[in-house]
Structures are given as C-alpha cells and as structure tokens.
C-alpha cells in the first residue's frame, strides 16, 4: 500500500523559510516521478514543482523558481521542499505527490499517488 504523508506545514511571516518534508512507503521515490503541488482556497490545484525519477532533474513553476528547491533523500526514501522568501501569495496545503508514468510532469491528472496535504500560512 502506498502512503505518502507531508510534514513541515505551519505560520510563518512573510520572506520566512519552511521546509516540507513527504515521506514514502510502498513505492521507492527514485523509481517515481515525484511532484509537488499547492492549492489554495476557491482555486485549482496548482503545480509548484516536480522532480524526475531517472536523472534527479527538477522543475519549478515561475512563480516559485530561484526561492523552492526541491530535493529527496533516496535513502530515507523522503523528499523536501525548501521554502525560501514566502510570500503570502505561497498560503496554501501542500500536497506530494508519485508518478508511475509521467517524469516531471505539472499536471496533477498525471500522478497516482498522493498525501493529505499539509497547510503553510504565510503572514504579511
């Protein structure tokens, strides 16, 4: 059984720092294509950045790029999302997700695999 649970969330203020943290079970995270997305109240499900299983090559979204990393630690079988210069437009719940097929892909239809979310409140 696949599980995926995200941890880090919280209140930070704005040009803070959080790291999020996804841990995997029943699936290896080198083997999947991982993904982050957010979603934020009354909007879709947006994709923020993604990971490929192959090359370990990423991908962000423009309004992330240059303040996320994302990275994972095949040892721990977890990966992370560095948070860095939050804004308030970044409020959100945070979800990992795993892709079977799609290797950094932005699309959310594309992943199997998801956690429950966790929730990152940025303050101005």
């Known amino acids: 059984q696949v599980r995926l649970v995200e941890s880090g969330g919280g209140l930070v203020q704005a040009g803070g720092s959080l790291r999020l943290s996804c841990a995997a079970s029943?699936?290896?995270?080198?083997?999947?294509?991982m993904g982050w997305f957010r979603q934020a109240p009354g909007k879709e499900r947006e994709f923020v950045a993604a990971?490929?299983?192959?090359?370990?090559?990423?991908y962000y979204a423009e309004s992330v790029k240059g303040r996320f990393t994302f990275s994972r630690d095949n040892a721990k079988n977890t990966m992370y999302l560095q948070m860095n210069s939050l804004k308030p437009e970044d409020t959100a719940v945070y979800y990992c997700?795993?892709?079977?097929?799609?290797?950094?892909?932005?699309?959310?239809?594309?992943?199997?695999?998801w956690g429950q979310g966790t929730q990152v409140t940025v303050s101005s």
């Open positions: 990971i490929r299983s192959n090359s370990g090559s990423t």
């Open positions: 997700a795993a892709s079977a097929h799609y290797s950094g892909s932005s699309y959310p239809y594309h992943y199997d695999y």
């Open positions: 029943g699936l290896t995270v080198s083997k999947y294509a």
